[in-house]
Structures are given as structure tokens and as C-alpha cells.
């Protein structure tokens, strides 16, 4: 019972309220994920490409009015943006209850999009407010582990109802979404630093963000996207691959995000925590490594027990990736930008589902799956050593910095 007591008060209250809402709307996340590209291929009488795109319009509106949704983080604050981006994705999904044809799915995943790419950036700067620059991988990691508490039991529950009554899963999914925003209203407080809270709402008084004083995220932004496309076919093309090896695809395909969420629950913290004091940039070129041997395994391994290794060493890639690289991001970004860093950064996972799918159908579609697959992990090599490099360099000049400042007095 202490040790319960001393985990709660561990972490802060937004903390604890972005891990249950975050648990809460990526169950009913992942009870639609794995299934919604083989259910509109079914409505689209068996066409890889319009499946894609539809797949593809949520996204592609991030990428639209991300700059935009992390400017106004920085602006009027952290809560009101989640507050409104909540409200929108249950509006959206709602919306799926009723629609009756695949362009009215359309429109409702631009709209989805849309309180998508204003949520994450604010999310992600209110962590960066309140917690310690040591503790930031670790809080990062607890919100993957979240995250996967709905990777591994959504599908599963998925693969029970949305076969059945696609609808009723829409209606959960937009009760969550309210759930989380009361929870939001009732127990978050603004956390944007005092300064900028205090100042005027109006876009002369707001940060200049220009382009050629932050290049660096950029170059990490792009470097990050091969990643993100990784995932990105793991929703769009891996199922339709996986057709092509299964007559019980859809099982396999369930195994394999079962078990890479329940190897996230029980191993991410642990992992953050023994790697929280290395160097951020070893940890992702190995993360980049093992992701390039998981994109091979994907396109050329037939069998169920080689696929669920390569998916034990694709969990592990995750783990190892994505808290260090949100971590970095966070400790680049001044204090009075975070919101448009993480937005920025955000745009590597946009543009690889908006484009990733439709990318990977045209690939699949011409040289098949296999191929793809070893496209995507050539790709992940390479600009692995780019990302090291990258981050390396910015390390360097942060431990100068800091140096000139002691030197300084």
C-alpha cells in the first residue's frame, strides 16, 4: 500500500491524468486501428489504393496545422488547446456512428485530424513545464506504457466487436474522448511558464518563430520519418501482406500487437530507467538498427514464430526510441517554444501517415510487400547514423554552453 502511495505521489497530477486518458482513448484506439484499412478495403470492393488515402486525409490535416496548433499552445496555454482537441476527436467520432459512405469517413478523419495535431503539442510542452530534465525519458516511457495498456488488449477487444458492430466501437471511442476531457478540466492546471501566460493574447505579442534560427529540429524532424512510415505500414500494409502468407491473418495480425503491447507494459519503464543517464544519441541509432532488422523480417519472414521474434525486437526499438528522442526534443526547445518544437517534431509522424500508406500501397502494389518492406529498412540504416550525428552535435553544444555558464560565475 506505501509503495502504491509513493508511485502516485512520484509523479505529478497531470502526470497520472495524461497516463489514464491516455490508456483510455488508445484501447478504443486500437480496437479500431488494426481493422479500419481492412474494413474500407471490403467497402472499396478490394482496392489497396483508396483505402490509403482515406487512411492518409487524417494526418495530412496535421501536417496542415501543426505549426499552427503548437503557435497557439505557446500562446494561450496548454489546457485549453487539449481541451478543445478532445472535444473535436469525440465530436469525430461520433460522427463515425452515423456515417453512411466512405467520403462522409473522409471528412470525419480530416476533422479527427484536425484535434489530433492540436492536442500532442500542447500535451507534450505541459510535460516538458513541470518535469525535471533527468525525469523527462522516464515520464515519456510511463505515457508509452499507457499507450500500449491500449496496443495490447484493444485489438483483441477489437477483433470481437468491430467485426460485428463497427458503429458501437465509434460510440466508446467518443465517450472516452469526453471522459478525458472533464478529467482534463477537473484536475489539470495551466502549466505554461508564467512569462509567457502573462502575455498578451495577440500575435505581436506572441514568439517569433523563424525558420533559419531552428534548423536543427528540422534536420531531427526529417530524420525521424523513416520511423514513423515504419509504423505507418504496420497499420496500412503490413495486414494486406500478412493476407498474402495467412488464410487466419487477421489472428496473426492481432498476435503481433498483443504482444508487442505486453512486452511495453512489462519491460518500457525498466528499460527507460536503466538507460535514462546514457548518451540519447546511442540509444537511438540502436533503436534506428534493430528498426531496419525489423522492416526486413516484416517483408520476408512467412512464419508465425519468426514473425513474433521480429516483433519482440521491434518492441524493443520502441522502447529504446521513443522516450530518448521526445527527451531530446524537449531539451532543445526553449522554454517559450515548446509547443511549436513538438509540433514540428510531430509532423514526422503526419507526413508518414498521411503519405506512408498511399507510399506503401503504390510500392506494394508494383513490387509487393517484400520489397516495401526492404526499402523502408534500407532507409532506416542510413538515416540512422544521420540521426546520431545530428544529436551528438546538439549534445556537444549543450554541455559547451553549460560550461560557459559555470565559467561565466
Not at 472499396?44 to 497557439?72: A, D, F, R, Y
Not at 507494459?265 to 530507467?273: D, F, N, P, R, S
Request: aromatic share 12%; with cysteine.
Amino acid at each position: 500500500m506505501n509503495r502504491l502511495k509513493d508511485l502516485l505521489l512520484r509523479y505529478d497530477t497531470a502526470i497520472w491524468v495524461r497516463v489514464f486518458g491516455t490508456a483510455l482513448t488508445t484501447t478504443t484506439g486500437f480496437m479500431l486501428r488494426p481493422f479500419l484499412v481492412l474494413y474500407l478495403y471490403d467497402k472499396l470492393g478490394g482496392s489497396i489504393l483508396l483505402p490509403m488515402v482515406i487512411v492518409g486525409l487524417q494526418p495530412l490535416m496535421g501536417i496542415l496545422i501543426s505549426l499552427w496548433g503548437g503557435g497557439l499552445t505557446d500562446r494561450y496555454g496548454r489546457k485549453p488547446l487539449m481541451l478543445i482537441a478532445l472535444l473535436i476527436n469525440a465530436c469525430s467520432m461520433f460522427g463515425f456512428v452515423y456515417a453512411e459512405n466512405v467520403w462522409a469517413f473522409g471528412i470525419l478523419a480530416i476533422i479527427n485530424g484536425l484535434g489530433m495535431a492540436l492536442f500532442f503539442p500542447a500535451a507534450n510542452a505541459q510535460i516538458a513545464d513541470i518535469i525535471p530534465e533527468n525525469q523527462r525519458a522516464e515520464i515519456f516511457a510511463l505515457l508509452h506504457t499507457a499507450l500500449n495498456v491500449g496496443a495490447a488488449i484493444g485489438p483483441l477487444l477489437g477483433f470481437l466487436v468491430f467485426t460485428k458492430d463497427p458503429s458501437f466501437v465509434f460510440a466508446i471511442s467518443g465517450v472516452a474522448f469526453l471522459i478525458y476531457a472533464a478529467i482534463v478540466w477537473w484536475k489539470v492546471p495551466e502549466t505554461m511558464p508564467a512569462r509567457d501566460a502573462s502575455q498578451s493574447m495577440s500575435t505581436a505579442d506572441a514568439p517569433v518563430f523563424r525558420i533559419g534560427e531552428h534548423k536543427q529540429i528540422l534536420w531531427i524532424t526529417l530524420a525521424a520519418i523513416p520511423v514513423s512510415l515504419l509504423y505507418a505500414q504496420t497499420e496500412a500494409t503490413l495486414p494486406l501482406h500478412l493476407k498474402s502468407f495467412f488464410t487466419d491473418y487477421q489472428s496473426v495480425l492481432v498476435t503481433l500487437m498483443t504482444i508487442n503491447g505486453a512486452v511495453v507494459i512489462l519491460g518500457q519503464l525498466w528499460i527507460a530507467k536503466r538507460t535514462e543517464n546514457y548518451k540519447p544519441y546511442n540509444v537511438i541509432l540502436i533503436s534506428y538498427l534493430l528498426f531496419a532488422i525489423v522492416s526486413f523480417g516484416y517483408g520476408w519472414l512467412p512464419i508465425l514464430w519468426l514473425l513474433i521474434i521480429n516483433e519482440v525486437i521491434f518492441t524493443i526499438g520502441e522502447m529504446l526510441n521513443g522516450p530518448h528522442i521526445q527527451k531530446a526534443v524537449s531539451l532543445m526547445a526553449p522554454a517559450e517554444m515548446r509547443g511549436r518544437y513538438f509540433s514540428i517534431f510531430g509532423m514526422s509522424w503526419q507526413i508518414s501517415k498521411s503519405v506512408g500508406p498511399l507510399l506503401g500501397g503504390l510500392l506494394m502494389t508494383s513490387f509487393g510487400g517484400d520489397i516495401m518492406f526492404s526499402i523502408i529498412g534500407v532507409l532506416l540504416f542510413f538515416t540512422g547514423f544521420i540521426q546520431y550525428k545530428l544529436l551528438s552535435g546538439l549534445e556537444k553544444e549543450r554541455v559547451k554552453k553549460a560550461e560557459e555558464v559555470v565559467a561565466a560565475g
